[in-house]
């Protein structure tokens, strides 16, 4: 599927994270991340599960706050904002989440309408023209007056994008946009996830652990690890780099930086009794 | 002693966890208050509630008013004929209902057809991200999703409490007056004379408007604040109908002896 990349994004970045530290209860994510993400751009971030991606996506939507540090989302300091002004920046974001959310009490074309009746005064009329083009912005017009019940995981995604798209936002984040689909459906899917970013002058954040599909549209890849930027590459270093870690990440290896065992005592010790078997009990490790 | 000790600290948890879960329910409900306007002015998000929390209910409760009025009418008849005063039944199940069993037996129906439905429904949108989802699209869920809910609790209890009354006069008097034969009038003169607007239905009415409140709070908040997996939702459902129908009977004893102090003495 080769794709068409853009020319090199413009310079200006849209979002500047500085050393946001945030932590779970007493669990440290994310330790000292900084990160800026590009107008214009399609960035892929990636990192092993609990690596802190889908926390950042929370962070850069105000959902979550941050022990410290700054988070600027096209000038504004996400964290500092006060709940209108957070709700005010929030009409300019499309998020589309891991399984789509379409909200399951209302057909395909009234989740599409839902963003214009709810933020905006337009007639009924003006707003069925706007669902229309949308929902065949992402082929699925037909499927209009279907109930998400009645959609496949790939057109509920489908559907879930052309919602997030419905204001023209100038941010939209993706959050494991290809989970469980068929590779078919993955394909459309990173297909249109490039083709609004450009189509619509977007600055898109995908949050995945498909490297296949994210290379291909991918104008920038950023690895997390330890709770910070690992690596900030391009699609083609990936392919090539000799870094162990990206490579276990790249070729799916079991066994490498990121170990195979979660950490325990040694399992000779263990089955000798010598170890706590608080673990093996049942008990919080 | 490190049993008794862990035990002390067990309770300590326990009680700590629990208040502060009130607390946290204490700070929902004033969430809910800061937008109950929302489901007032957009009047048609409160309607699909009422259908599904009042009128999907109507049967479970009508049929229920219906039976209970009639075992009252056996009951009572059994024993007000031991005094002779048989005509008095009216009064009596009329009382018995409008101040007691048609508030309290609605509330406990409502918390199992429409409370717990309402948690499941709320703890699944929030286990599936559309909550979640709502909140990015900067539309306020608690003003959108829970305060329609709550209103409607508040809304549809009273009114399914009269119609619990209404149908459990009706039953009493098919029979009582139909089928054990009590006078036709007297039944009914005995209990429009017995029964004040005041302190009888107003009461009763209060009652179950607290009720309202108290169930539609507790099944917003579980579902809420479930856990997202399918654990967490059937336990959160659990509770709903659990503390609710704790809170109902704790909360008619103390309306119930805030309303009628000083009547006897």
Request: hydrophobic fraction near 50%; include cysteine.
């Amino acid at each position: 599927m080769p794709e068409v990349k853009t020319a090199p994004p413009h310079p200006a970045s849209l979002i500047e994270i500085k050393d946001v530290h945030f932590a779970y209860d007493e669990r440290p994510i994310l330790r000292g991340l900084s990160l800026s993400v590009r107008k214009g751009e399609v960035l892929a971030v990636m990192g092993g599960s609990g690596s802190g991606k889908t926390t950042l996506l929370g962070l850069i939507g105000g959902r979550i706050l941050p022990n410290r540090g700054d988070i600027l989302v096209d000038g504004q300091n996400v964290p500092k904002l006060d709940r209108s002004a957070l709700y005010a920046l929030r009409t300019r974001f499309g998020m589309l989440f891991q399984f789509g959310a379409l909200f399951t009490d209302l057909s395909v074309y009234d989740n599409v309408a839902f963003p214009y009746r709810e933020q905006t005064n337009l007639p009924e009329s003006v707003i069925r023209d706007l669902v229309l083009l949308k929902l065949q912005a992402v082929g699925l017009r037909g499927a209009a007056g279907l109930m998400p019940s009645q959609l496949s995981g790939g057109m509920a995604r489908r559907v879930a994008l052309a919602r997030a798209v419905a204001l023209d936002p100038m941010l939209m984040l993706y959050d494991e946009p290809f989970t469980g689909l068929d590779p078919i459906s993955t394909g459309i899917v990173a297909r249109l996830i490039r083709r609004l970013n450009d189509a619509f002058g977007l600055t898109s954040l995908v949050v995945t652990h498909d490297l296949d599909a994210s290379l291909k549209i991918a104008d920038r890849v950023i690895v997390l690890a330890e709770g910070k930027v690992y690596r900030d590459l391009t699609p083609s270093d990936v392919r090539t780099t000799s870094d162990a870690f990206v490579r276990q990440f790249a070729d799916g290896l079991p066994d490498g930086p990121v170990p195979f065992h979660y950490p325990a005592p040694p399992l000779l010790d263990q089955l000798l009794g010598k170890a706590g078997t608080a673990s093996v009990e049942g008990g919080t490790p | 002693m490190s049993n008794v000790i862990e035990m002390i600290e067990g309770l300590g948890r326990t009680v700590l966890n629990g208040l502060a879960r009130l607390g946290l329910a204490g700070r929902f409900f004033l969430a809910i208050m800061m937008v109950i306007g929302v489901p007032v002015r957009r009047f048609s998000l409160l309607v699909r509630e009422l259908y599904f929390s009042g009128v999907r209910s109507l049967l479970i409760i009508v049929v229920s008013g219906m039976f209970v009025g009639m075992v009252l009418a056996i009951q009572g008849y059994e024993v007000l004929q031991r005094f002779g005063s048989s005509e008095t039944l009216g009064v009596l199940v009329a009382l018995s209902l409008v101040r007691e069993l048609g508030p309290v037996v609605t509330a406990l129906l409502f918390a199992g057809r429409a409370g717990s439905a309402v948690t499941a429904e709320i703890g699944l949108m929030q286990a599936t991200d559309q909550i979640a989802a709502m909140d990015m699209m900067a539309v306020n869920p608690i003003a959108r999703i829970i305060s329609p809910r709550f209103l409607a609790s508040v809304v549809s209890m009273p009114l399914l409490a009269c119609l619990f009354s209404t149908a459990g006069v009706f039953g009493a008097y098919l029979v009582g007056v139909k089928l054990i034969g009590i006078d036709d009038g007297s039944f009914w003169s005995q209990m429009q004379a017995g029964v004040d607007f005041r302190l009888d239905i107003i009461n009763g009415l209060i009652k179950s408007l607290v009720f309202g409140v108290a169930v539609g709070l507790i099944a917003v908040f579980e579902g809420y604040y479930a856990p997202p997996t399918a654990e967490g939702v059937s336990s959160a459902t659990t509770r709903t109908v659990v503390t609710s129908s704790l809170a109902v009977l704790m909360l008619d004893f103390v309306l119930t002896v805030w309303m009628f102090r000083g009547l006897n003495g």
